[in-house]
């Protein structure tokens, strides 16, 4: 089994999301993003030490070689990669790279109005005016969201 469907197994089968996984360039870091979508006030020290703890049991067993591990929530800003989490963050402003260029462009910031059928919906506002963006998901290679301080 590969490493991020165990970390993907495990981390669900805690009641977490896994949000994302980040290895150093040599693997001897291995950094992991959880989240409680249902658990009011988010991901606190408590469940990522929980995590945490089963990680390294699990990695002893399975003979995974690493120096260190981190476990901590997404933040505020962060990763959306899931068609899931395209459509559970309308609403909300995103930042999304892409692979290709859509009329020229590979860098786009705006709302996120959601994502049916394999295409996001992004409501951008240049100059005073607002357009829509349709993008392929499969042609996301990054896509942030971006906190907003009233």
Do not use: W
């Not at 959880?34 to 469940?47: H, L, M, N, Q, T």
């Not at 459509?87 to 692979?99: D, P, T, Y």
Request: hydrophobic share 35%.
């Amino acid at each position: 089994m590969d490493l991020n469907a165990l970390l993907e197994t495990t981390v669900s089968g805690l009641g977490f999301e896994l949000v994302d996984v980040e290895l150093s360039p040599r693997g001897r870091t291995i950094r992991i993003f959880i989240d409680a979508p249902g658990k009011e006030g988010g991901i606190d020290v408590e469940d990522c030490a929980t995590v945490s703890n089963q990680l390294t049991r699990l990695f002893e067993v399975e003979n995974i070689d690493y120096d260190r591990l981190e476990v901590s929530s997404p933040g505020m800003d962060r990763v959306v990669k899931k068609l899931e989490d395209f459509a559970r963050f309308a609403g909300q402003s995103i930042q999304i790279k892409l692979r290709i260029p859509h009329h020229n462009r590979r860098n786009f910031q705006g709302r996120l109005l959601g994502c049916e059928n394999g295409q996001v919906g992004l409501q951008l506002t240049t100059d005073g005016k607002e357009e829509t963006v349709t993008l392929a998901f499969e042609n996301i290679e990054k896509a942030r969201l971006v906190p907003q301080f009233n």
